[in-house]
């Protein structure tokens, strides 16, 4: 079985561009998670959807942050613009239908903003 | 919020020990959740627990979800370089919905 899939692995930009992570979870599996990962503040969730809806986004920094999901096995973190403090991992996970379901992560996407 | 604690931050230890780390909460949590991250990749599950009192094995891995249902441990047996890592400790309170909780994790290192 394919894992979740994530693209790029690694973004370099310029502060002020415009960023788009890519996330393809794993096929049958409802929820989708965008994580970010810092060595200040660990994991922390920013956006998830069940069934293709946003459900929770508190976690979203600000504006610059977007998150869509038009299909089931699709879905894109968009920053912009782009600042230096956004350089972080950025992961993408899924879980199955379901309370209590395990998370699945992919690979995640280092991006830097210069 | 919800918050988890994960001790120790980091250990040191000779391959072939035993390894045992834990986490704790301020809150009740009906799911934990034990993960490892390899340098560069994303956090992979290696157990899930569900239940208070719940002991799981996989493999070398030992975890347990706490009586009180506020902490969780995972113990490593005959540790090997490759156990080399991050461990995340993750733990959902609600029975509905989707937020689970990250720890900030144990940093481990085997010395051979």
């Known amino acids: 079985d394919a894992g979740v899939i994530q693209s790029p692995r690694h973004e370099v930009t310029e502060m002020g561009q415009e960023v788009t992570l890519r996330c393809k979870p794993i096929?049958?599996?409802?929820?989708l998670f965008w994580y970010r990962q810092t060595m200040m503040r660990g994991l922390e969730l920013l956006i998830y959807f069940n069934n293709n809806v946003p459900i929770d986004d508190s976690g979203m920094p600000e504006d610059r942050f977007s998150a869509k999901m038009p299909n089931a096995s699709f879905s894109t973190l968009k920053i912009q613009p782009s600042e230096p403090r956004d350089s972080a991992v950025y992961f993408c996970?899924?879980?199955?239908?379901?309370?209590?379901?395990?998370?699945?992560f992919g690979s995640g996407t280092q991006l830097s903003v210069l | 919020g919800q918050q988890l604690n994960q001790s120790p931050q980091s250990m040191f230890i000779q391959e072939g020990e035993d390894v045992s780390m834990n986490c704790t909460s301020s809150s009740i949590f009906n799911t934990w959740l034990w993960y490892k991250q390899d340098p560069g990749e994303g956090p992979v599950l290696l157990i899930a627990l569900y239940k208070a009192g719940e002991l799981t094995s996989n493999g070398r891995l030992t975890a347990q979800f706490g009586i009180t249902r506020k902490d969780s441990f995972l113990n490593i047996s005959a540790s090997i370089p490759s156990d080399v890592g991050i461990y995340f400790c993750?733990?959902?309170?609600?029975?509905?919905?989707?937020?689970?909780?990250f720890g900030p994790g144990t940093r481990l290192s085997v010395l051979p």
């Open positions: 996970a899924s879980s199955s239908l379901g309370p209590n379901e395990k998370l699945f």
């Open positions: 096929s049958g599996h409802d929820y």
């Open positions: 993750a733990g959902q309170a609600t029975n509905y919905g989707q937020n689970f909780v």
